[in-house]
C-alpha cells in the first residue's frame, strides 16, 4: 500500500514562511491535497490537486508536487495558521500522511 | 451551501451494537461517493471506507473491513456507519466527508463515540 511521510512538527516565526513536505514513492505523479485540522474542529481543505486553493482560502498558502515530496507553503504565518496539516492522495483508497504539528512562535 | 451534518455523541459499553448518520444537503447526494475517517483521541486521520453512489459498492479499508459497516440511504440523503459490536479501541471521533475526484471537499462535524463499561 501507498505511503505517505510528514514530519511530526514543523515550526515559524510569526510572519515567516513555513513549508511543510509530504513525500511519497513519485507522488509527483500523483494529485495530493491538503487539510488544515484546529483542535476540536473537523479538518478543513486547504489545497486540492496539488496547487489549487479553495474558495475562502487565504492565497498565503501554496501547494507544490514532483518528483518524490509535495510541499505545502504558508507565507506570512500567522498565530491562527497553528494547526495539524495532512496531506493525502488517492490510491484505490484514500490515504493520509501521520500529520504535522504546525507551531508559529 | 454543502453541507454535512453528523449525528451527536454516544456513550456505549462493550459488546453493543451503534449505528451513526451523515446527512448531506445542498448538492446532489448520488453524485459524490461519501468517506468515513477514524481519528482516535491524540491521532491522525485513518480511513475507514468509502461508498461510491454509482454502483453502491463500498470500498473498505482491510483495518475496518470486518468491523464496520459503512450503508447509504439515498432517499434521505444520509449515509450510516454501523458496528455490530463494539469495543474500547472504538473510542473515537468519526468523519464522513463528501468525496469527488479523490478530495474531500467537505467535511461533516464529527461524532465522538465513547466505549467504556
Known amino acids: 500500500s501507498y505511503e505517505l511521510t510528514q514530519p511530526l512538527s514543523v515550526s515559524v516565526a510569526l510572519g515567516q514562511t513555513a513549508r511543510i513536505t509530504c513525500g511519497g514513492n513519485?507522488?509527483?505523479?500523483?494529485?495530493v491535497h491538503w487539510y488544515y485540522q484546529k483542535p476540536g474542529q473537523a479538518p478543513v481543505l486547504v489545497i486540492y490537486?496539488?496547487?489549487n486553493r479553495p474558495s475562502g482560502i487565504p492565497e498565503r498558502f501554496s501547494g507544490s508536487n514532483s518528483g518524490n515530496t509535495a510541499t505545502l507553503t504558508i507565507s506570512r504565518a500567522q498565530a491562527g495558521d497553528e494547526a495539524d496539516y495532512y496531506c493525502q492522495v488517492w490510491d484505490s483508497s484514500v490515504v493520509f500522511g501521520g500529520g504535522t504539528k504546525l507551531t508559529v512562535l | 451551501e454543502v453541507r454535512l451534518v453528523q449525528s451527536g455523541a454516544e456513550l456505549k459499553e462493550p459488546g453493543e451494537s451503534l449505528r451513526i448518520s451523515c446527512q448531506g444537503s445542498e448538492y446532489s447526494f448520488a453524485t459524490y461517493w461519501i468517506t468515513w475517517v477514524r481519528q482516535m483521541p491524540g491521532k491522525g486521520l485513518e480511513w475507514m471506507g468509502s461508498f461510491d453512489p454509482r454502483d453502491s459498492y463500498t470500498y473498505y479499508s482491510p483495518s475496518f473491513q470486518d468491523h464496520v459497516t459503512i450503508s447509504v440511504d439515498k432517499s434521505i440523503s444520509t449515509s450510516y456507519l454501523q458496528w455490530g459490536s463494539l469495543t474500547a479501541s472504538d473510542t473515537a471521533t468519526y468523519y464522513c466527508a463528501r468525496q469527488g475526484g479523490g478530495v474531500c471537499d467537505y467535511w461533516g462535524q464529527g461524532t465522538l463515540v465513547t466505549v467504556s463499561s
Open positions: 490537486r496539488d496547487t
Open positions: 513519485n507522488i509527483g505523479g500523483r494529485n
